[in-house]
């Protein structure tokens, strides 16, 4: 099983559509979880943490289910400008402290 | 601004040339890393550094070397040793490895061997 699996994509969706991420994890003591977005041929971003009780910033909210080892991010009310790969970023520490990083989900919005 | 710096952004090397990459980061950050993306993949690990005079082997350390000489620099130079060296780099870091601290990345640096 790969350490940080994300849906492969493309999703393609149209402005104003609800779409969610789903990311899921290997290691059971991973501590921090986060999604970033990447922009082609750009540097990843920090988008949002995810925390244990959920958080929302705006038309984004991320999830974590840790019996289940699970990450989600939901954008609603889909935007042009939200296209772009997602990757979901796992934190464990294990004796130093290492980020694994999904391959990444590709969103394309169309008007 | 504070932030994270590389440099060359695009780069050509003939092979069997090293060539070394910048990165420079004025956040005041303990940990510095260096990650490769190809093409449709994700971010792999070739060194990273916790502090001053440190560093360590990540995943695809082969063909690569790093220094930190400086809390500020971690440039990374590939050698003629990585025979597919062709890839997008990123230089990041983080305050310190601590669990709950972001990561921050550089612009990158597009390396092509011709």
């Known amino acids: 099983r790969k350490e940080v699996e994300q849906d492969p994509g493309p999703f393609n969706v149209p402005e104003g559509a609800t779409v969610a991420f789903n990311c899921t994890y290997s290691n059971s003591a991973s501590q921090s979880f986060f999604w970033y977005r990447q922009d082609c041929r750009k540097e990843p971003k920090l988008l949002m943490s995810?925390?244990?009780s959920g958080n929302e910033d705006g038309r984004f909210t991320a999830q974590l289910n840790r019996a289940s080892q699970y990450i989600s991010l939901l954008i609603r009310d889909s935007k042009l400008s939200d296209s772009a790969t997602y990757l979901c970023?796992?934190?464990?520490?294990?004796?130093?402290?290492?980020?694994?990083f999904g391959k990444g989900t590709m969103l394309l919005v169309s008007p | 601004d504070g932030g994270i710096t590389q440099s060359p952004k695009y780069l050509f090397r003939k092979e069997g040339q090293n060539v070394t990459l910048s990165c420079e980061q004025n956040l005041n950050h303990d940990a510095m890393y260096w990650y490769r993306q190809d093409p449709g993949q994700g971010l792999r690990l070739i060194y990273y550094s916790q502090i001053v005079n440190d560093f360590q082997k990540g995943d695809i350390a082969e063909g690569y070397s790093v220094s930190r000489e400086k809390k500020e620099s971690f440039p990374l130079t590939v050698t003629s040793a990585q025979k597919n060296p062709t890839a997008f780099y990123l230089c990041?870091?983080?305050?310190?490895?601590?669990?709950?601290?972001?990561?921050?990345f550089g612009e990158g640096s597009w390396l092509t061997v011709v």
């Open positions: 990041a870091s983080r305050l310190s490895s601590g669990t709950g601290n972001t990561i921050y």
């Open positions: 970023v796992v934190n464990t520490n294990s004796g130093y402290s290492t980020l694994t």
């Open positions: 995810v925390y244990s």
